[in-house]
């Protein structure tokens, strides 16, 4: 085998890790400033917007909450509901429809998929007009399925998956299931699937960061106060450019990533360890 | 992914679509109570419209909600004050449940919210909507005006009570539909006014009396400029940056940037480019950017130089300076070395205005809280609590109202204005602000515009270019004919 | 790798039936309102709250429009410049890290805490990150203008985000610094799917790290490079909230991007609809013309000679047989 000299090696280490560790704070920084913030009054936020040292105002800017009808637990819960159901749908489903590009051949398989990709290439201001309008005609505003359900129609997730299968999915896996006798959605479900974990965490952290954050939609498509998800409360506490509470802005906004911290974490190790491919060595 | 991202800008655009289509469904439905906004008054009397008396007006008693759409909890807050007095006044609970809807400005999302609930009609449909000043005119006057409800048709006696209250003429001009009918007012006065710091007057000229200084600096920009040099020669600056003279430069042209469906640069506005030059050249301001940190560090005298003075209404000085002058009593930081007077022009800035939908279906009731809140001078009128701080119990924030009559038998002396009685100033502020030259298209138009006008002052590109550049501009955005 | 092929008769009806919630998906809550916008784009519709539109006499009157619109071609410039100098350091950093943590023999101490931490900047609202970064840039007092004296670099506040070059700079670098996270992560994920008998082989063989990056790690991720590519061209021909919320375009339309501009024709005074759609739809060719070259340039050579050649088989096949009979 051959190794790179022992000196040169301590180098590169050394060089990484200084890239890295700039690179995190560069990350860090940003959530740093806006946990200190929360604890900041808003004219302090206003004389100065970046400060790296916390305040004494935590408590008043939590009782600005109170006056503005800004329920977190609520705000969690729907939250929650919205960005978990479309997570769940939209991986599934993306990872079924990708299985289907990717292991069997049929007649309109590649007009499919070239249908996909165009659908993802309509840019979002196109795909969305309309969407509203259709949705007040029937009835679903103040319902939380026109949040979740489009995510079973997720282009890019397919498109990643199928990227993802071509590459991992071997042949042999799933005939050797048929040849146990295994039926097609079994199969799916019980071999592919596990094949595809790294793929379905990176996935869905990245649409429940999206649909947790997504502010315009639910804004309009929900008035009742009961439905608010976090980021409609935080955009409630602005108010108008005039008069806004900066400081409970920023405690709101806090509360608002925390979750997806945990969801993060949570997801994250599938991201970090190649966990994956047990079920796949040939 | 992130196209994720871009879709705020999707939502926002089907949004508004969607008012499109559901008004179309609308229209195929008979309306039964009022065809027509001017149905009622016209039906019972003569053409002129502005002499008759209000009509007799009715609730639907199967209506039990009373639907508020608003972008603060301002005007949520006054109808809570609205039922208790009117608890007192009649012995019985309010009738009606208020539902409150607010959708802050900041995102972008009230305006296609609201147009699509007034569009949508039906029992969720607002009753009382609030409207901005930067929007309002496209609720009073421009394409969502066929939705506001004339004060008149819901038995308000407007001619008699705006005479009264002495409500400025510039909130009337603004809230006054092409109709010639009155559809939006507000309870809140924002004539503005030129806030000034005591010491640095008495430093330059000797005195900080307001009828002294208000001839430094005014009337006119030659005044203004000349106060200017004074101010430098002893190294302050006259105001913060270019921004705290727009707002008196814009409300105080003339016209709107829109006539006739032409782009028009009126006199006034083109000379801000030259003035904002001046002031950069001379270096008469700190040079910052309205609503930056910077700017308000001006106000603490925490800037490259201290600041002489700022342009606002009543609400720039409790929501903004206030608490930006880096104390909270006479003595500390700028607070109470502050006085006002009269500016070198005559502009409002900002306000809030109230709207009724003309198909509520409890247009009494509707039309007893506006009146409440925009036209009645009496002690138990909002804008008398408003004006005093009282509506959430004694030594709240005092303000300059729309209605005159009350300005006059309220105090306005305020602490941070070192005792000065600020309704001296504001009374007569709202009476030079002229409402005639806004148009739905400001925001957009005013930020092409002072983004030109920046190119200029900075040496970036000529006078004659950055006119060109702007024109393109609009030219390029907007549905507007320009020469 | 791929083993053989399936036979394929038996189970192709399962490729149409795994695809039907994704259609129906698709049909209901998107189609619609595509071929609405496709439609608006022809017509004359305008104005807040209008719902009867014709078909113009010139169907493409918008089109012609909006191309000849000066700001537009400035907001095609503009988005190209700015995705370039975001995209090229963001792959290149992506592909490093990933090179970085996928290897074998010298694995990083904190690497799981890293690959955590660089995602984070995605986490946080495009509003907030606007804030953030004007006043980091703020004139003509703030940090970065601080920094500049302490260093001695300026001697007055410098202005910077007036400056087009440093404006549009500042863009492309929070673009780059939101998601080079990211495109790290879906690279990692590819790197993950690649099977480990590979890189035994080449342990075996005595590979370096580098060789093993350049010729398995690299080659094996091609088609997830391709869905980075794709994906990050159609984002950055898409992206919106940052140049919107933290300069609205400017200074001077520096950095106006083309759904900016979009958004401004909608919705910034004159709700001129159809010329919105019209420019969405100039946006979507545009984006599949570029997609397409990417496609093209990424293919899979081998597994298109394979058919080819397939073909050419069946062809003499036939031939053969034909000449018998």
Known sequence: MKHEPIAGRAITRTIKYIVCITLAILSVIPFWIMIMNATRGTYEIQQSAISLLPSTFLKSNFQVFEGKAFNPLVGFMNSFIIAGGATILGVYFSSLTAYALVAYQWRLRQPFFTFIMAVLMIPAQVSGIGFYQFMYRIGWTNSYFPLILPAIAAPAVVFFMRQYLAGALSVDIVNSARIDGAGEFYTFNRIVLPIMKPAMATQAIFSFVGSWNNLFMPLILLTDKSKYTMPIMVSLLRGDIYRTEYGAVYLGLTLTVLPLFIVYFALSKYIIAGVALGSMKE | MKRILALVLTLAMLFTLAVGFTGCGKEADPTPVAPDTSSPAETSSAPADTS??????????????????????????????????YKERTGNDFPYEIKTTIIATTDGAYQPALDQALAGGGSDAPDIYCAEAAFVLKYTQGDASQYAAAYK?????????????????????????????????????????????????????????????????????????????????????????????????????????????????????????????????????????????????????????????????????????????????????????????????????????????????????????????????????????????????????????????????????????GGQNMFDVFVPAGEFANGKNLTQYDETINGYWRNQVSEYSNGNKSRDQAIADFKQQVADNLDVIVE | MKGKRLKSVSYAKYGYIFSIPFVLAFLIFTAYPIFYTAIIGFTDLKGLGKTDFTILENPFHNFQLILKNPSFQRSLQNTAIMWTINFIPQILLALLLTAWFTNQRQKLRGQGAFKVLFYMPNIITAATIAILFSTLFGYPMGPVNDLFKMLGLANEPINFLLDKWTARGIIAFIQFWMWYGQTMIVLIAGVLGINPALFEAAEIDGATSRQVFFYITLPSLRTIMLFTLVTSLI???????????????????????????????????????????????LLFIIIAILSGILFYLLRDKDAIKAKKEMKKLRKAQAAARRAEA
Request: aromatic share 12%; net charge negative.
């Open chain 2, 52 to 85: 008759t008396p209000a009509p007799e007006v009715t609730d639907d008693p199967d209506v039990k909600v009373l639907n508020l759409w608003s972008f603060t909890d301002e005007v949520p807050k006054m109808l809570d004050k609205y039922k208790e007095i």
């Open chain 3, 235 to 281: 984002g950055g021909m898409q992206m919106f909230d940052i140049p919107k919320l933290f300069l609205n375009g400017g200074p001077d339309n520096a950095t106006l991007t083309v759904s900016v501009f979009i958004y401004n024709q909608a919705f910034s005074g004159s709700y001129l609809y159809n010329r919105a759609a019209a420019a969405s739809m």
């Open chain 2, 153 to 417: 048709d819901l038995g308000i006696d407007v001619d008699k009570l705006v005479a009264e209250s002495e409500i400025a003429q510039y909130t009337v001009e603004i809230g006054t539909r092409g109709d010639g009918k009155l559809v939006g007012l507000g309870y809140q006065a924002t004539g503005g006014a030129f806030i000034y710091r005591r010491s640095i007057a008495k430093d330059v000229w000797g005195t900080d009396d307001p009828a002294v200084i208000k001839d430094k600096v005014g009337p006119g920009w030659d005044k203004f400029f000349q106060a200017a040099e004074d101010l430098k020669a002893k190294g302050y600056a006259i105001i913060s940056g270019d921004g705290d003279l727009w707002h008196a430069v814009e409300n105080s042209s003339d016209q709107g940037w829109i006539v006739d469906g032409k782009l028009v640069i009126d006199p006034k506005r083109e000379a801000f480019l030259d003035y904002s030059k001046k002031l950069k050249d001379n270096g008469y301001h700190n040079d910052t950017t309205d609503w930056t940190d910077a700017w308000y560090a001006d106000m603490k005298d925490a800037g490259g130089k201290k600041v002489f003075g700022f342009f606002g209404p009543a609400w720039l000085i409790n929501y903004v300076m206030a608490g930006n002058s880096g104390g909270e009593a006479p003595g500390e930081g700028t607070y109470g070395d502050w006085a006002v007077c009269e500016p070198p022009v005559g502009f409002f800035w900002g306000g809030t205005w109230v709207l009724a939908n003309k198909d509520t279906k409890i247009p009494k009731a509707v039309g007893e809280i506006i009146e409440w809140i925009t036209l009645d001078n009496s002690e138990t009128g909002l804008q008398y609590y408003w004006a005093n701080g009282t509506l959430y119990g004694p030594g709240g924030t005092k303000d300059t109202v729309a209605s005159g009559a009350v300005m006059k038998k309220s105090d306005g002396t305020l602490p941070f204005l």
